[in-house]
């Protein structure tokens, strides 16, 4: 039983290129999300999904790409990576609107 | 803008003493959740208040929602050294569409041996 996965887990690229962070979950949760945790900034919501076709901006979307076009995957991609995008990216998802939130274990991505 | 805030930020304490995280939102929530991050891991469920006063203890560990559903607060009694972590407060709103959590920043534990 995986619960919730992330790929890669570890991620170097340089400024400018295309990067495509994969989250994938086996419990066919609706909902999920995507998160980003610098020092000091806590979690901050980028963007979320309640279903398949249905995604919408958080806290900090700008320079982020989405798509859901299956329950179990919530690719994120970062169209032109910048330096500010250094961090640790971390994936969840939950049931309900109220339920729990399981997180993936993250990928920790730099950006040079 | 809904938001949910989260003190302290650091707290740092002997192991054995007292520790206390708040949350307050500004907006009725419809439930409270309780995160616990490990340095370098990911943050993991703790714990959910749904009922206006609610009170619940895991072990050491004892979580208060208040009467008007817009502060939280979690208390570890006598620290260990198995504390040590960052803990969010995560609020779903009242009315919130698509399921979307409003997290605290964290406060995170330090304990001395």
């Known amino acids: 039983d995986a619960g919730i996965t992330q790929s890669p887990r570890y991620k170097i690229t340089e400024t400018g290129r295309q990067v495509t962070l994969m989250c994938h979950q086996t419990?066919?949760?609706?909902?999920m999300f995507w998160y980003r945790q610098d020092l000091g900034h806590g979690l901050r919501l980028i963007y979320y999904?309640?279903?398949?076709?249905?995604?919408d901006k958080g806290e900090v979307p700008d320079g982020y790409v989405v798509s859901r076009s299956k329950t179990e995957n919530f690719p994120l991609t970062l169209e032109s990576a910048t330096r500010s995008q250094t961090s640790v990216y971390f994936c969840a998802s939950r049931w309900g609107p109220s339920s729990e939130q399981y997180f993936g274990p993250g990928t920790r991505l730099t950006v040079t | 803008g809904q938001q949910v805030m989260q003190i302290p930020q650091y707290q740092h304490v002997q192991e054995g003493e007292d520790f206390t995280t708040y949350c307050n939102s500004s907006?009725?929530?419809?439930?409270i959740q309780w995160y616990k991050q490990r340095p370098g891991g990911h943050p993991v469920f703790l714990i959910q208040l749904v009922k206006s006063g609610e009170v619940k203890k895991q072990k050491r560990l004892t979580f208060q929602f208040g009467e008007a559903k817009k502060n939280s607060s979690l208390h570890i009694t006598a620290t260990q050294t198995t504390d040590v972590g960052t803990y969010f407060c995560a609020g779903n709103h009242r009315g919130s569409t698509l399921g979307r959590l409003y997290f605290g920043r964290g406060t995170q534990l330090t304990v001395w041996p």
């Open positions: 419990w066919s949760h609706s909902y």
């Open positions: 999904s309640a279903a398949a076709d249905i995604t």
């Open positions: 907006t009725t929530l419809s439930n």
